[in-house]
């Protein structure tokens, strides 16, 4: 037995090692939300494209949908937009837009410019439902179902990676 | 014409200053110093999630200047500091915390380094009581004469030989 303790130091070196790699591929960006599988935050916002309207949390009780934060100064946003367009042709569920800090010119600007894949967009101008919503890193994608319970939370641009692995299972657990 | 040169690098000393002080942290609203200390106070316990290595007191961005305004107007409606952190907590976790509470998730990080320091000192004690039981011929001799060549800063520092001195060696306790 003794003849093999010379061993552990090698053991523990091929521990810390195993814990620095893994410390590496994590990503601090990705903070743990506390929002999931809390209800979510009540708000009444300005639709973008008309004042005159509110959308409120109330109206999207009993559907399954999706929150969308972007920004027409986000570069990731136009990074993940194309994904956007193409993943609310498929109309799997209602896709809304959380417009955070934005100019209202500019975002109409900006969705004439690329496409608009949003069912309707939610002005906040000044960022009050985005803290509500633990908002940090634009853009970012929620995932809100019947009962109007946060079940997903995607930080950073979507790739179809996530939207294959992550969000549309998902979404078939929820409507089953 | 060195004047005119010297009077313009003066200048231009005296500009970068000016940008300088400008460019400081997050300047504090002053409109009532009593509620901006306490709203410092408690963001400067608080972690900007944008730029994770600062404080939302500290910080620029524009999440911070947002939460420091919400901490603002929460103090104005007369809301505890206890209150307040659970609004921020509520939202980022306790990630946004400096002080994370003590949990059974957090429990590797309050208690990590002391056991490693624990384990670290009880391998070093073993180590040592054992060695103090060894016999002196043990361990490979010293030499002095190999130790002032090493300090000698004129020296190469060429790999040192293992000398062989057994008087040396026997000589010591």
Same mark, same amino acid.
């Given at each position: 037995m003794k003849r093999f303790w010379f061993l552990i130091p090698l053991a523990a070196f091929l521990a810390l090692t195993v814990m620095l790699a893994v410390g590496l591929k994590l990503d601090p960006r990705e903070v743990p939300s506390p929002l999931i599988d809390k209800p979510a935050p009540k708000f009444a916002l300005q639709r973008l494209d008309d004042a005159g309207k509110t959308i409120r949390l109330d109206d999207m009780r009993g559907k399954v949908w999706m929150l969308n934060v972007w920004a027409s100064w986000c570069v990731a946003c136009r990074e993940e937009h194309p994904l956007l367009v193409e993943f609310a042709r498929k109309r799997v569920v209602p896709l809304y837009g959380?417009?955070?800090?934005?100019q209202r010119e500019d975002a109409k600007a900006w969705l004439a410019r690329f496409g608009n894949p949003y069912d309707a967009s939610l002005f906040d101008d000044e960022g009050r439902v985005g803290i509500d919503f633990g908002v940090y890193g634009v853009p970012e994608t929620f995932v809100i179902d019947q009962n109007g319970v946060i079940r997903l939370k995607h930080i950073g641009p979507l790739t179809p990676d996530v939207i294959a692995t992550k969000i549309e299972p998902l979404l078939k657990k929820l409507d089953a | 014409m060195p004047e005119v040169i010297s009077k313009a690098f003066v200048a231009l000393l005296l500009a970068l200053c000016a940008a300088q002080a400008t460019a400081? $942290?997050?300047?504090? $609203?002053?409109?009532?110093p009593a509620l901006e200390a306490r709203m410092t106070r408690i963001t400067a316990e608080l972690r900007c999630l944008v730029c994770q290595n600062q404080t939302i007191a500290d910080s620029n961005a524009g999440l911070a200047v947002d939460l420091r305004r919400e901490t603002r107007e929460m103090l104005r409606q007369g809301k505890s500091d206890e209150e307040i952190v659970a609004y921020m907590t509520a939202r980022y976790g306790d990630f946004v915390l400096y002080r994370p509470p003590l949990k059974p998730t957090t429990a590797l990080l309050w208690f990590g380094p002391a056991a490693m320091l624990l384990l670290g000192g009880t391998v070093l004690l073993l180590v040592l009581r054992r060695r103090t039981r060894l016999a002196a011929d043990a361990f490979e001799p010293d030499d002095d004469e190999e130790a002032g060549e090493r300090n000698d800063p004129a020296a190469p520092t060429t790999p040192a030989t293992p000398a062989v001195d057994p008087a040396a060696a026997t000589a010591r306790p």
């Open positions: 959380l417009n955070y800090k934005d | 400081k $942290e997050a300047a504090p $609203e002053a409109a009532d």
